[in-house]
């Protein structure tokens, strides 16, 4: 499983390897098209609205935001895989990137 943080720029900074995501789990970042995903991996997870993850949802945006122009994912945004990440970002990234 993986849980999507945020869409951003290519070009924006990535995270800093000290920022982690939920379980602090180390983020990671997919890049299709001229966008990228931030994302972290999970064996199990089942996010709660409860105010340690979303605080720490919060936290991974927030850091983000300060690196580039970020497009927040809503709370609890998960994929079964990569793949499915790509597949998403490839049918996203002509409505997103700049002409």
Same mark, same amino acid.
């Given at each position: 499983?993986?849980?999507?943080?945020?869409?951003?720029?290519?070009?924006?900074?990535?995270?800093?390897?000290?920022?982690?995501?939920?379980?602090?789990?180390?983020?990671?970042?997919?890049?299709?098209?001229?966008?990228?995903?931030?994302?972290? @991996?999970?064996?199990?997870?089942? *996010?709660?609205?409860?105010? /340690? $993850?979303?605080?720490?949802?919060? +936290?991974?945006?927030?850091? =983000?935001? @300060?690196?580039?122009?970020?497009? *927040?994912?809503?709370?609890? /945004? $998960?994929?079964?895989?990569?793949? +499915?990440?790509?597949?998403? =970002?490839?049918?996203?990234?002509?409505?997103?990137?700049?002409?």
């Amino acid at each position: 499983m993986i849980y999507v943080y945020a869409i951003r720029e290519v070009e924006a900074a990535p995270p800093a390897p000290e920022q982690r995501g939920l379980g602090a789990t180390r983020l990671r970042v997919m890049e299709c098209d001229g966008i990228a995903a931030v994302f972290s @991996r999970h064996r199990t997870l089942r *996010p709660r609205p409860v105010p /340690t $993850m979303m605080w720490s949802h919060e +936290a991974v945006v927030e850091h =983000l935001m @300060r690196r580039g122009p970020v497009l *927040p994912l809503r709370f609890g /945004t $998960m994929l079964g895989d990569e793949r +499915a990440l790509r597949a998403i =970002l490839s049918g996203l990234a002509r409505k997103f990137v700049r002409v």
